[in-house]
């Protein structure tokens, strides 16, 4: 079951309104923000493996912050909280990860509040939050009220990785095999749920998606390529991958398309260099 009924808002408006955001305004989060995005958190409690995953709400001075060298990105102004999740190590806790706290992002953006993804951050950030043995914090998410205007780095930055672009659905979905675009008409009720990906942000805006649908089942098969090596050593692309699936379940759900993801390792010919198979998607049939 997807997560899409504890949405308030029209979930498209929230999926295309949502991008990163770097600079906010100098206040904390609101109690009744607050409330509602741990009270959501706590509802999101699970990985696709059922890893336990908890979150964390630092709130900070911009000097502290400062500090704890979060400004040695140089791009973000004004940052005063950040959520960290804190997840069970398993084999794919990345993926589960990037699931469970993009939909944290979609409640926040849901709420007005800005967010950005911060994969590369200083430890020392998160110091005072008490992490087992078997936990970890892959990311952290920026959170805040978005300032009226980007900042000058900011727009750079923005620019610099393209960050308002993605790709062609003919470069990322496929039919049958990797080498046969899917059309938005052969996609039928999954084309909103695949747009929903098309919009999801990922590491350095690196897509590394690749979704073929299944010639014979109402099945979508997630593949992976991998665009950077350094992202990829850092499991950045399963991060992104997860937030994919959040995207596209959402979408799905939203159009009446309940299903569940397993390992299926389909045999699909043609596959790029760089490509490997990550999880399907497969339609409940009622
Ligand atoms: C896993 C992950 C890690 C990211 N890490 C950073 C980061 O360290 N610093 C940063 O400024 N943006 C980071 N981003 C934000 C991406 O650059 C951004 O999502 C992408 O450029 C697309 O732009 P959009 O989110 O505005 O659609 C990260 C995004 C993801 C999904």
């Given at each position: 079951m997807s997560y899409l009924n504890y949405f308030k808002k029209p979930i498209d408006e929230t999926v295309k309104r949502r991008t990163s955001c770097r600079t906010y305004e100098d206040i904390l989060l609101n109690e009744n923000d607050k409330k509602e995005l741990l009270s959501f958190g706590r509802i999101v409690?699970?990985?696709?493996?059922n890893e336990k995953i908890e979150y964390s709400l630092l709130e900070f001075s911009v000097e502290e912050l400062k500090k704890k060298k979060?400004?040695?990105?140089?791009?973000?102004?004004n940052l005063r909280s950040f959520i960290a999740g804190i997840i069970e190590k398993a084999d794919f806790h990345h993926m589960s990860y990037g699931y469970a706290m993009e939909h944290i992002v979609l409640k926040a953006t849901e709420l007005g509040l800005g967010t950005c993804w911060v994969a590369y951050f200083d430890r020392h950030a998160i110091e005072g939050i008490n992490i087992k043995e078997d936990q970890t914090i892959p990311a952290i998410i920026l959170i805040g009220y978005p300032a009226e205007e980007r900042t000058v780095k900011e727009k750079i930055a923005r620019f610099a990785i393209r960050a308002s672009k993605r790709h062609d659905w003919r470069e990322i979905f496929f039919h049958g095999d990797i080498s046969n675009p899917l059309s938005k008409e052969a996609a039928g009720p999954y084309a909103e749920a695949l747009e929903f990906l098309r919009l999801s942000p990922s590491a350095g805006n690196a897509q590394p998606w690749r979704i073929v649908k299944d010639q014979s089942k109402h099945s979508y098969h997630f593949f992976k390529k991998v665009v950077n090596q350094g992202y990829e050593k850092n499991k950045l692309h399963d991060i992104d991958i997860g937030i994919a699936m959040c995207h596209f379940e959402l979408g799905a759900a939203k159009n009446g398309l309940e299903g569940k993801w397993d390992l299926t390792e389909p045999l699909l010919p043609n596959l790029p260099d760089k490509t490997t198979y990550m999880i399907s998607w497969t339609q409940a049939l009622h």
């Open positions: 409690n699970n990985g696709l493996w979060m400004s040695a990105y140089g791009l973000f102004k």
